[in-house]
């Protein structure tokens, strides 16, 4: 950070709290307005929280990594329009050499990726890494109000309750407000499923919802696809088990239901295949071997006294399996207190104690069977859950350390606790009916 970030970043705040208040009427309703600017505010102290610890703790970091290449790009375009716009286009071209033999990320398409839009903000902030920050904050800031009102349009009688999971969550605002792949990415998972819930489920708003899904899809694709492998399962078997539910001849309902459970499943390994294929680091033939040759990177080179220990993989499809339940109950109950090593794991902490303290508590009131069946009976459950399940593994078996961990899990944390609080919702009835 630098001296105009101090100078610049409250004349953009001054200027992204005008149109916040200006446009919140838009899009909230007497339920939600109050939560719209404090969800807004929490992104931005996110965004400028991140630079300041990496900047002043860390002593650098991925977040840095990406402004220095926008400083490059920026560097290129006060020299020439021209070769700006061809680095900010990722073009071919030999005048260009001299800025990509210093853009070590150039070759990286995810990583660019982030650069690009880093670097297109750059261009409205006189290239001000807190501003830029702010820009992404407001990203994802559109994305987790989109899924927000979805979940509260689902249940609007805990409208309330969602704001926690969705909006203040330390590790989420934190690690998904910043100039971060992160932010992008949990941005983009709640437009897209705000599209699904639209599209396939309420059946209204399809042209709007069709160009934000699609965007949202694009973002992933372009940043972290195993998002969108572990999202895109739970997804369908969400839009099918909901439609068959809707079937009003219980005869047909409960016959077509295995077919729709089985078409879900085809679908879902369809779409895997396809959007994977000629990128073998998530072809599904290779997932295993990757899993295991990241998972041992994490652990040696970015533990930080953090590591833990999941069991053995030996890069098999079988191995993850083995492991599975182990990597499902460290991506959402750990690390524990006495695990942490900084401050921000430590608030991680808290989350995990707080999911396992629900889960439990839940459970023990409903009952195990009762919970289960509760579980299968409500499709947004089943869903939050199996997404949660799915990418708890995916992130369990591949992180190593709980310090890559605790950034790594955050698109689930909105889902599984959204799920809590619509069990705890559900099974108020279920408890008065006995």
């Excluded at 700006?84 to 398409?109: E, F, P, Q, V």
């Excluded at 940043?223 to 969400?238: C, N, V």
């Excluded at 069946?373 to 459950?381: A, H, K, W």
Aim: with cysteine; net charge positive.
């Amino acid at each position: 950070m630098e001296l105009k970030d101090l100078f610049l970043t409250p004349i953009y705040l001054g200027i992204f709290y005008a149109i916040a208040y200006a446009v919140r009427p838009r899009f909230t309703n007497i339920y939600t307005k109050k939560y719209f600017i404090p969800a807004l505010t929490v992104k931005f102290i996110g965004a400028i929280g991140l630079g300041v610890i990496y900047q002043f703790y860390y002593g650098g970091g991925d977040t840095f990594n990406y402004f220095r290449h926008v400083k490059i790009i920026h560097e290129a375009f006060n020299k020439s329009y021209e070769i700006g716009i061809k680095l900010l286009t990722h073009s071919s071209s030999a005048d260009i050499s001299i800025y990509t033999n210093r853009l070590y990320w150039y070759d990286s398409s995810t990583e660019y990726f982030v650069i690009q839009v880093a670097s297109f903000f750059s261009l409205l902030c006189f290239n001000t890494y807190t501003v830029i920050a702010l820009f992404f904050a407001i990203i994802s800031f559109t994305g987790m109000w989109a899924m927000y009102i979805t979940f509260s349009n689902l249940y609007p009688g805990i409208y309330n309750k969602f704001s926690l999971p969705v909006f203040f969550l330390p590790s989420v605002f934190f690690w998904g407000s910043g100039l971060m792949k992160d932010s992008l990415c949990i941005g983009a998972l709640g437009w897209i499923f705000y599209s699904i819930s639209h599209l396939f489920i309420r059946k209204n708003r399809l042209i709007s919802s069709s160009l934000f899904g699609a965007i949202g899809i694009y973002v992933l694709m372009s940043t972290k696809l195993y998002i969108l492998l572990s999202f895109a399962p739970a997804a369908l078997f969400w839009i099918f088990i909901e439609n068959n539910k809707r079937i009003k001849s219980t005869a047909l309902r409960i016959a077509l239901k295995p077919l729709f459970i089985i078409a879900g499943a085809i679908a879902a390994y369809l779409i895997a295949i396809n959007i994977t294929a000629g990128d073998e680091r998530f072809d599904v033939d290779k997932i295993g071997q990757r899993t295991k040759i990241t998972k041992d990177y994490l652990s040696t080179y970015v533990s930080s006294g953090s590591a833990y220990d999941i069991g053995t993989l030996d890069g098999s499809l079988g191995s993850i399996l083995k492991v599975s339940p182990q990597a499902v109950f460290i991506s959402l109950f750990r690390p524990f207190i006495f695990e942490a090593r900084n401050p921000v794991m430590f608030l991680s902490s808290l989350e995990a104690l707080l999911f396992l303290f629900l889960t439990i508590n839940l459970f023990y009131k409903t009952g195990l069977l009762k919970g289960f069946r509760l579980i299968i009976s409500e499709p947004v459950i089943l869903f939050c859950f199996l997404f949660s399940i799915i990418f708890s593994i995916g992130v369990g078996t591949t992180s190593g350390n709980f310090g890559t961990l605790v950034r790594y899990k955050i698109p689930l944390m909105p889902f599984y606790l959204s799920a809590l609080y619509i069990m705890q919702y559900k099974s108020r009835g279920i408890l008065k009916k006995n």
